[in-house]
């Protein structure tokens, strides 16, 4: 499924207008992407989740001036990708997770250095970039240390720190966080938002196959299988697609006798009611018989009537939780398979 | 995000597209500094890691060695003397340009550095242009020592009556090979793996067809191909005949045919580099290959 | 406790071997194997060509041109050249293999602690691997001898000694891969920088052994260790078995006898101290932690 977005009159930060990609490969071509259709807005941070081979990286690539297009055209603010090339460079940057690049003899603060001039920085303006950068990211302390000699960690740091150096307008981030551990890529998610944060416009797209961080960093997200879009939209409105109601979990002593499913469902905006008894362990490991209603609902604000007639029966409550499908499921659905069921990765030739 | 989006100003991106419109001044400092930057790993990287300049020079200068005693025990002149170790610190600019320049975008494309190089507004020239002018300054020093060590232990003596004339020649002949070299890069980098053994093929052939360390004159044929096409050639040549005048009647051509001879590989050589590297970029952006090992 | 277990089962017997004997042969015999599949490259034409043809004969025609020099270009003198440069093909692959195949399997294949950890010792894996480039730079070197004798080189009269020169090769091989090897386990102890310091040492070897000009032309300090060295007697035994002829000074000091009696004791002096030497640095590197490392910078 996806979402035309052809003909709008705004300046988009990302303009993708079927665009695909074949790659030569030793048992014939390998389509990557298939006539993709995308438009991401100024200051959106924008997520392209889908298991490995699905031609997320291949769409970065194209869109980062790595890679020409079989087909279609792309535009980064305006700017084609194909023939405003040196344009485009001029306001974007790149980080690839697993990224190993740098030369190791020279020191963190020589290799940023390095690249504030490759952006065509005055060497003063550079070097307080480069100064900046290393204090943001907390890399003060190994400043002076040899490239070769940081850990994984610390160079990826290092690569954040270099692609915020020119303060691109648009930031590809292709798989930023792998390799990295849970304090380190929150480190780095945080950081991406002040990012953002300091300047309206500023746009990233993110590439990940992790969900829980596409669910928790994007504004909206498109999910890729096999080179093409099978859906797009917000977190929630995703999940929408496979829970229209919203599902909350009640947990009372027990229903009072005034209080039935059927009394629940006739409250407005109740869809559905199922109820579960079991026994809930107290802080002794006994357990305490407690009945799980699972209410699904045409809003969030119906709940208010729920626990009204609930607490006004005499129920006590116990646990109110909303349950949310991931977007893992939404993928299942969408797809078929989970997101760990991978296909290879088309190679290039 | 709907906060953030409402401040977004209606006209960012024509203030961006302006922002991208670099002026010409801008572009040339920009070049520049592209240049002076990659020159600055070359540079120190060879300073930092005493192996290599252990290695640049153990190699050269055993090399020199060989040919000195095999001069030495067939009673030749000790003109061919100086003129052996006149050669091998010259060959240490050409290995510097095999491996250092034609074979080193290989090396940054699997380590992840031609990425970087590629997505940032610099272009592979000035890239190039600094890999070669680091290089060339790190040899120029290896150079020196070759000379010196070779002088001190054979003896060697050169008649060096135009000095201006033997900077201008090595000048020349170390740009020209650079330049080559910067073309090489490009045809290495979308090569498979017979890039890997052309950098073998490009070494000891090449110094026998480049008259290194015998005249060219004597390959006859296929010695004036070779002085038309290989830097080292005309290089070779001249430095003999300006630094040891009593081998001059051993030179192919003249001494100011062989500099205009390298005048035009530097022209021609440049060009073409430039040429190729953006022709590399588009046919390695069109199929993949400057992200992936050619294989 | 089961011991007739088929995962707990050793293989005993190599053929007619058995015991230790029998594993450390296996062990060579896959080792060289696997040498002959990645060394040889024998499905990509223009390696071989490079390396098997076209840089042998670039060495070979950089001598003879600086020997056209002082027109010393005479049969005698290309004999003298041709013989040493092709010896010399098999003494640097010999060299550098055992050295290049334990960086390789550490740094590139990252297989070295997997074998390391199998009752195999590195040892026999290590010779096979040496044994196998040295076999095809034989080949390199017999298309340098082919080459000489279309350019003039004199054979000797009655035909190249067979016996002489299968007992010089013999005795030669095993020296120079006991040096190798022996070099192998120092420089697994060192960086990846590691690959340049069997050159340095074959570089080293060829100014002294007499390859190319006759040791004579060293200063004395030097000809007495190029005289120490088992690798020059072997050059000069492969001339004489060819050529027919004893080269000029030093070298022709020693009858043939003298000779072999000399590459013997060299060689077997090599392989009392080879075994010794390899085991230290192996268990060195073990100890130090350098078998797992990656120092690729």
């Not at chain 1, 270099?162 to 307008?169: D, G, I, K, V």
């Not at chain 2, 020592?145 to 020349?172: Q, S």
């Not at chain 2, 052309?198 to 000891?204: A, H, I, K, P, W």
């Not at chain 2, 073409?272 to 970029?281: T, V």
Request: charged share 15%.
């Amino acid at each position: 499924m996806s979402v035309d977005l052809l003909g709008t009159d705004s300046a988009a930060a990302v303009e993708v207008r079927g665009v695909s990609r074949v790659f030569k490969a030793k048992g014939g071509p390998v389509t990557a992407l298939h006539e993709i259709n995308l438009r991401i807005e100024p200051g959106e941070l924008f997520g392209l989740l889908g298991p490995n081979g699905a031609g997320k990286s291949t769409l970065i690539k194209i869109l980062s001036t790595l890679l020409l297009p079989s087909a279609g055209s792309a535009s980064i603010f305006g700017l084609d990708v194909v023939t405003e090339t040196d344009r485009v460079r001029r306001i974007m940057n790149l980080v690839a997770g697993g990224d190993f690049s740098g030369y190791g003899l020279l020191t963190v603060r020589e290799q940023l250095a390095m690249f504030a001039q490759f952006y065509g920085m005055p060497y003063r303006e550079g070097m307080r970039r480069v100064d900046e950068q290393i204090e943001a990211f907390g890399i003060g302390e190994i400043k002076d240390r040899k490239i070769s000699a940081l850990s994984t960690g610390q160079r990826q740091k290092l690569n954040f720190a270099r692609s915020f150096l020119n303060e691109p307008w648009i930031l590809f981030l292709d798989e930023p966080t792998i390799g990295l551990d849970v304090s380190a890529a929150r480190d780095v998610r945080d950081r991406v938002r002040a990012f953002q944060a300091a300047q309206p416009g500023r746009t990233v797209l993110l590439t990940t196959h992790y969900m829980a961080e596409a669910d928790e960093m994007c504004d909206r997200i498109a999910i890729v299988d096999h080179g093409r879009i099978l859906a797009q939209g917000t977190p929630a409105e995703l999940k929408r697609m496979v829970q229209k109601e919203s599902l909350f979990i009640v947990g009372v002593d027990a229903l009072p006798p005034t209080m039935s499913v059927a009394n629940l469902r006739a409250i407005p905006g109740v869809i559905s009611v199922a109820m579960r008894d079991e026994a809930t362990p107290d802080a002794t490991g006994v357990g305490s018989p407690t009945t799980r209603l699972a209410i699904g609902l045409k809003e969030d604000g119906a709940l208010g009537g729920v626990i009204s007639a609930l607490a006004g029966a005499g129920a006590h409550l116990r646990e109110i939780s909303k349950s949310e499908p991931t977007l893992e499921e939404v993928f299942v659905q969408l797809v078929g398979r989970g997101i760990a069921e991978s296909s290879e990765e088309p190679r290039s030739e | 995000m709907s906060s953030i989006h409402a401040r977004i100003p209606a006209d960012l991106a024509a203030t961006i597209r302006k922002e991208t419109n670099w002026s010409l001044s801008h572009r040339l400092r920009h070049g520049a500094q592209s240049v002076l930057a990659r020159a600055y790993p070359r540079v120190f990287g060879m300073i930092r890691e005493p192996s290599w300049l252990f290695f640049d020079l153990v190699f050269p200068i055993l090399g020199m060695c060989s040919f000195v005693f095999l001069l030495r025990s067939r009673g030749v002149d000790d003109a061919w003397v100086s003129a052996t170790i006149l050669a091998s610190a010259l060959l240490t600019f050409w290995t510097s340009v095999i491996w250092m320049m034609a074979g080193q975008f290989r090396w940054e494309r699997d380590s992840g550095n031609l990425t970087l190089y590629i997505t940032a507004p610099v272009g592979l020239g000035p890239i190039t242009l600094g890999m070669a002018v680091g290089g060339a300054l790190g040899m120029a020093f290896r150079a020196v020592v070759i000379i010196t060590a070779g002088t001190v232990a054979f003896g060697a003596t050169y008649e060096i009556r135009e000095p201006a004339l033997l900077a201008l020649t090595l000048l020349l002949g170390v740009a020209a090979m650079y330049a080559l070299g910067a073309c090489l890069a490009a045809f290495f980098l979308i090569s498979g793996r017979e890039a890997d053994h052309l950098g073998d093929l490009l070494n000891e052939p090449m110094q026998l067809l480049g008259g290194v360390f015998a005249p060219i004159r004597s390959l006859g044929l296929v010695g004036m191909v070779a002085i038309g096409v290989l830097p080292l050639a005309p290089a070779a040549d001249a430095l003999r005949q300006i630094a040891i005048p009593q081998l001059a009647v051993s030179g192919l051509l003249p001494v100011n045919i062989e500099l205009l001879i390298l005048v035009v590989m530097v022209v021609v050589f440049s060009i073409g580099s430039r040429y190729a590297l953006r022709y590399i970029e588009r046919v390695g952006r069109a199929g993949g290959k400057l992200l992936t090992r050619a294989d | 406790m089961q011991t007739d277990s088929p995962y707990t089962r050793r293989p005993t017997s190599f053929g007619p071997l058995r015991g230790s004997a029998a594993d450390a042969v296996r062990s060579l015999v896959a080792s060289a194997r696997l040498a002959w599949a990645i060394e040889g490259n024998w499905a990509e034409p223009f390696y071989l060509a490079v390396y098997l043809v076209i840089r042998p004969l670039a060495f070979l025609g950089l001598f003879l041109a600086v020997l056209s020099i002082g027109g010393s270009l005479n049969p005698a003198s290309i004999g003298f050249v041709v013989v040493g440069q092709a010896v010399f093909q098999i003494v640097g692959a010999a060299l550098q293999g055992p050295t290049h195949a334990l960086l390789d399997d550490r740094e590139r294949y990252r297989t070295i602690r997997y074998i390391f950890a199998t009752p195999s010792s590195l040892l026999p894996v290590s010779v096979g691997r040496a044994l196998v480039k040295a076999a095809i730079a034989g080949i390199s070197a017999a298309i340098v001898i082919g080459v000489g004798a279309i350019l003039g080189m004199p054979l000797r009269s009655g035909g190249i000694d067979l016996i002489l020169l299968t007992v010089v090769m013999l005795l030669g091989l095993l020296s120079i891969v006991g040096i190798g090897i022996a070099l192998g386990a120092v420089c697994v102890q060192l960086r990846n920088d590691a690959w340049g310091y069997p050159q340095a040492v074959a570089g080293s070897v060829f100014l002294l052994c007499g390859a190319i000009f006759p040791l004579d032309t060293l200063p004395a300090p030097l000809q007495a260790l190029g005289a120490a060295l088992p690798i020059t007697w072997w050059i000069e035994g492969v001339r004489r078995a060819i050529l027919g002829t004893t080269s000029p000074g030093l070298l022709g000091t020693l009858a043939t006898g003298e000779l072999l009696l000399a590459l013997l004791v060299g060689t077997l002096v090599i392989l009392a101290v080879t075994p010794r030497l390899f085991k230290l640095g192996i268990d060195r590197a073990r100890d130090k932690g350098y078998l797992d490392r990656n120092t690729a910078s």
